[in-house]
Each structure stands twice: as C-alpha cells, then as structure tokens.
C-alpha cells in the first residue's frame, strides 16, 4: 500500500504542478488580451488551435470563459497548496482532504460541458476550425481527458484512503484539545 501511496502522491504533485505554467500561460490566453503574452505562447497556442481544431481555446464561448476565469482564480492558487500538500505526502498533509474533495468535484464537473460541446456541437459553421469528424472530435476529448480522469481519481483517493484518516492517538488528541 506505500507504493501505491506514494505514485499517487507523485501523479497528483506532477499533475498540480505542470498545471501551473498550462493554465498561467495557455488556458490564460482564453481570457486576457494576447498582448499579455509572449509571442512564444501566443505561437504555441495557435499551433494548438491549429492542430488539434479546439474552437474553444481558439475563440471561446462566454461560458468557456467563465470555467477559465474559475481556473485562474480559485483552481491557480490551489495548485500551489496542492503542489507543495503531495510533494510533502498526503500522510503528512490530511488536511488536502477536503480542498481536494471540493477541486476534484468542480472540476471533473466543468469538464462535463467541455466534452459534450466536443461531442455534439455544429461546428461547420464556427468562425474557426473544429473537429470535423468523430477522430478528431476523440482526439480532443482524449487531450481533455486527464483532467476529468485525475480530479475524479483524486477525489476516491481523499474519499476512501487512510492516508487522510487521524491515527488513534492523533484523534485523541484532537478530542482533548476540543474538550479545553
């Protein structure tokens, strides 16, 4: 079981971790002026775009907007607590529990609409290019895909893992000081 623990541990830190520079200098780009952006990312963005046919990122709806505004403004700073909570050990830090429950939740939730946009939009008649069959519709579903996987796999691992549970000791403790 400490194995396992600790590659979960190391997934979900690398997983918070590299999401910081996506969603500050990618995802970023679908609500702030590009002009805020080094023409690099702005280039890659593009590229992206180009690639693999997200009209979202490309020219994103209102209600895409608004799950990137949640992402810049109350997933961004969670990413560092999250970062630092899973480089340490979910054993060392149980109190990841219930922030992970509620980031887990929300965003495997946002995910939801993404992917049925991805799925069943028109996009024939979209300003920008889209997914014009159903690979390329898969392709960029599967390019989402980990962001509905780890959130949903994070929240089981905080919901059912010992890792997050107080020892005996520790609950006792905790009574202790209540009873003061």
């Known amino acids: 079981m400490g194995l396992l623990r ?13 999401h910081i ?19 690099q990312f702005v280039s890659v963005r593009e590229w992206y775009c180009d ?21 810049m403004f109350v997933q961004l700073p969670f990413f560092f607590v999250a970062s630092y909570g899973f480089f340490k050990g979910a054993k060392a830090c149980k109190w990841l529990r219930m922030p992970c429950i509620v980031y887990g939740s929300h ?18 008649s979209s300003k920008v290019p889209g997914p014009r069959n ?14 509905f996987v780890i959130p949903i796999l994070l929240v089981l691992d905080a919901l059912f ?6 020892t005996a000791k520790q609950e006792k403790k905790a009574q202790a000081k209540k009873s003061k």
């Open 6 to 18: 600790r590659f979960l541990d190391v997934l979900f830190f690398f997983y918070f971790f590299t």
């Open 21 to 39: 520079p996506i969603a500050v200098f990618m995802d970023a780009q679908s609500v702030f002026p590009s002009h805020y952006f080094p023409r």
């Open 134 to 147: 159903l690979r390329e519709r898969l392709t960029l579903i599967s390019i989402y895909s980990p962001y």
């Open 161 to 166: 893992s010992s890792a997050y549970r107080l």
């Open 107 to 124: 965003v495997a939730t946002t995910l939801i609409p993404i992917v049925a946009h991805v799925l069943f939009h028109d996009f024939s």
């Open 51 to 71: 690639t693999y046919r997200d009209a979202m990122m490309a020219n994103p709806p209102a209600w895409f907007q608004s799950l990137v505004f949640c992402e």
